[in-house]
């Protein structure tokens, strides 16, 4: 006998909260933001086939599911509280719940983020979540924040989630330990959200890579009502992808997608409390250019000649 709707809900999804008021169980959850705090509220979904191959292992869907939601709290500085989960599923296959509840909720013990209430259907495998966190009133980093002058930023490395994907698609070939390792960056993100909250006061905008660095800067840019100048060989990679032919380097680092790195500015007088906030989150950060006045986005080689910028940004109805 497979389990029914409730049953499933209070076997994979019910816990005891501590932070909030009140969790699953009722018709609504409960909790409250502390005084002078603002509520940072952001949702992201996941279809099979289009954010997702239907051959991940369940845990690290579940991780997945909510790392780019806790992603998008980090890119505001904000602190991560609570979560819904909308899950639609064929068929309840227990095997899959138990691994999908396990990635999940191990990601949320760590960041103190409790799951306080969803919805569950029957449909084609599509994960919805809702992240709420908090951030002191007008501390949000924003898009919109950049000044002409700022360095630019950007934490670990860019473009193994794509080197993964373009493996998985059979148009590279990777060596086995090579493969596992850029597997995990595309399967396994780690959101950075110690960075985030360390950056509020000391960034001026931020934003995560999930369209891939140049299509998401543009944002920034667009936003900010500014340029920028991107130096495209001191973009972080790994060795795995330092190994491969430098224009997919290029592609990978510049437009790749699923990062989930922070992209900031900041002014060059902040240099060093960027350096500690860095060191404070225990990840790197690189400098890769600096914001201009004047509109649009440079892209410069080693030696500040112009590469051409024909990297487009990932859009789900044109891809
Ligand atoms: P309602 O009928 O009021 O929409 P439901 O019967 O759908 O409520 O859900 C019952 C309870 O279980 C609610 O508290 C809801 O938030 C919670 N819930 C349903 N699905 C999930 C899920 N996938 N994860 C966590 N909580 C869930
Ligand atoms: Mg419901």
Same mark, same amino acid.
């Given at each position: 006998?497979?389990?029914?709707?409730?049953?499933?809900?209070?076997?994979?999804?019910?816990?005891?909260?501590?932070?909030?008021?009140?969790?699953?169980?009722?018709?609504?959850?409960?909790?409250?933001?502390?005084?002078?705090?603002?509520?940072?509220?952001?949702?992201?979904?996941?279809?099979?086939?289009?954010?997702?191959?239907?051959?991940?292992?369940?845990?690290?869907?579940?991780?997945?599911?909510?790392?780019?939601?806790?992603?998008?709290?980090?890119?505001?500085?904000?602190?991560?509280?609570?979560?819904?989960?909308?899950?639609?599923?064929?068929?309840?296959?227990?095997?899959?719940?138990?691994?999908?509840?396990?990635?999940?909720?191990?990601?949320?013990?760590?960041?103190?983020?409790?799951?306080?209430?969803?919805?569950?259907?029957?449909?084609?495998?599509?994960?919805?979540?809702?992240?709420?966190?908090?951030?002191?009133?007008?501390? /949000? @980093?924003? *898009? +919109?924040?950049?000044? &002409? !002058?700022? =360095?630019? %930023?950007?934490?670990?490395?860019?473009?193994?989630?794509?080197?993964?994907?373009?493996?998985?698609?059979?148009?590279?070939?990777?060596?086995?330990?090579?493969?596992?390792?850029?597997?995990?960056?595309?399967?396994?993100?780690?959101?950075?959200?110690?960075?985030?909250?360390?950056?509020?006061?000391?960034?001026?905008?931020?934003?995560?890579?999930?369209?891939?660095?140049?299509?998401?800067?543009?944002?920034?840019?667009?936003?900010?009502?500014?340029?920028?100048?991107?130096?495209?060989?001191?973009?972080?990679?790994?060795?795995?992808?330092?190994?491969?032919?430098? /224009? @997919?380097? *290029? +592609?990978?680092?510049? &437009? !790749?997608? =699923?990062? %989930?790195?922070?992209?900031?500015?900041?002014?060059?007088?902040?240099?060093?409390?960027?350096?500690?906030?860095?060191?404070?989150?225990?990840?790197?950060?690189?400098?890769?250019?600096?914001?201009?006045?004047?509109?649009?986005?440079?892209?410069?080689?080693?030696?500040?000649?112009?590469?051409?910028?024909?990297?487009?940004?990932?859009?789900?109805?044109?891809?």
């Amino acid at each position: 006998m497979s389990l029914g709707e409730f049953d499933l809900i209070a076997k994979y999804f019910t816990r005891t909260v501590t932070r909030a008021a009140l969790g699953v169980g009722d018709d609504c959850a409960l909790f409250s933001t502390s005084p002078g705090m603002q509520l940072a509220v952001s949702s992201d979904m996941l279809v099979e086939g289009r954010h997702f191959l239907p051959t991940v292992a369940p845990d690290r869907l579940g991780h997945k599911a909510l790392a780019v939601n806790l992603s998008d709290l980090a890119a505001c500085g904000a602190k991560p509280i609570a979560f819904t989960l909308a899950l639609a599923m064929p068929r309840v296959d227990e095997r899959f719940l138990e691994g999908f509840a396990r990635g999940l909720l191990a990601l949320a013990d760590e960041h103190e983020c409790e799951l306080i209430g969803g919805d569950t259907t029957q449909g084609p495998l599509n994960l919805c979540i809702t992240v709420f966190g908090e951030v002191p009133q007008g501390a /949000a @980093l924003l *898009r +919109s924040g950049a000044k &002409a !002058g700022d =360095d630019l %930023y950007v934490s670990g490395t860019l473009g193994d989630a794509r080197l993964a994907l373009e493996a998985f698609r059979g148009t590279v070939a990777l060596a086995g330990d090579a493969f596992e390792r850029v597997r995990l960056a595309m399967e396994r993100p780690q959101p950075r959200v110690a960075l985030g909250l360390a950056l509020r006061g000391i960034a001026t905008s931020a934003i995560d890579v999930s369209d891939g660095l140049l299509g998401d800067l543009a944002h920034v840019l667009r936003r900010s009502g500014l340029g920028a100048e991107v130096r495209a060989d001191a973009l972080p990679r790994s060795d795995v992808l330092r190994a491969m032919p430098e /224009a @997919l380097q *290029r +592609s990978c680092t510049l &437009a !790749g997608g =699923d990062d %989930y790195e922070l992209v900031f500015t900041a002014p060059p007088a902040h240099a060093a409390q960027v350096a500690a906030a860095a060191q404070a989150a225990q990840v790197s950060v690189t400098r890769i250019g600096n914001v201009s006045a004047a509109a649009g986005l440079r892209l410069l080689d080693r030696d500040g000649r112009a590469l051409p910028n024909t990297f487009g940004s990932f859009d789900h109805f044109k891809a």
